[in-house]
């Protein structure tokens, strides 16, 4: 049994091969870089989610994977605070589509002005940081939540509730 995984990134890759050996023992997992068809910094839950199932479709097509996993990360504004937002989606051989959300945390106002101002979260942690690849490891999730939850356990918690829902659309 095959899982498809749309990206390289090892902290969602970590996510989905953790969650998914628990339920499937036996799966390998195969890693494809796939268009989210957002914006590089999706700035909203919706193109958030939209970016997810994207990647998740798109990894769908023409292969015999028992689903494709994508996993979003962005950030949205609520009254003048930016937080972070995360969505993943699963995707079936038959075109079933299932969806989840993760934890969110605000931004400090210095690094939401550089998202406003066009530039990606990633980059600006890794300044922020003064260390490279911080969307790899502990993510800005990691970073402000003072180590508690780090970007890779956040991602476990989504695919807990997309398998939960895949196996649960099984059951007769």
């Known amino acids: 049994m095959k899982i498809l995984i749309g990206t390289h990134n090892r902290a969602k890759t970590k996510a989905v091969q953790t969650i998914s050996s628990i339920y499937y023992p036996n799966a ?3 890693n494809i870089e796939v268009p989210s068809l957002v914006s590089d910094q999706p700035m909203s839950q919706e193109e958030t989610r939209q970016g997810a199932i994207n990647r998740a479709k798109h990894l769908m097509e023409d292969t015999d994977a028992l689903f494709g996993i994508g996993l979003e ?3 949205q504004e609520i009254d003048g605070q930016m937080y972070i ?3 993943g ?3 079936t051989q038959k075109g079933d589509v299932f969806t989840a959300t993760g934890a969110g ?6 690094i939401a002005e550089q998202l406003l101002a066009g530039a990606e979260l990633g980059p600006v942690m890794d300044v922020y940081t003064n260390k490279n ?3 790899h490891d502990e993510g800005a999730i990691g970073v ?3 180590g508690l939850i780090n970007r890779s356990a956040m991602f476990e918690h989504i695919m807990l509730l997309l398998i939960g829902q895949f196996e649960f659309a099984g059951k007769p």
Not at 105 to 110: A, G, S
């Open 28 to 30: 390998k997992f195969e």
């Open 85 to 87: 937002c995360n969505w």
């Open 89 to 91: 989606a699963l995707v």
């Open 105 to 110: 945390v605000p931004l400090p106002k210095e």
């Open 144 to 146: 402000f939540s003072n």
């Open 73 to 75: 990360g962005g950030v």
């Open 133 to 135: 690849d911080i969307r």
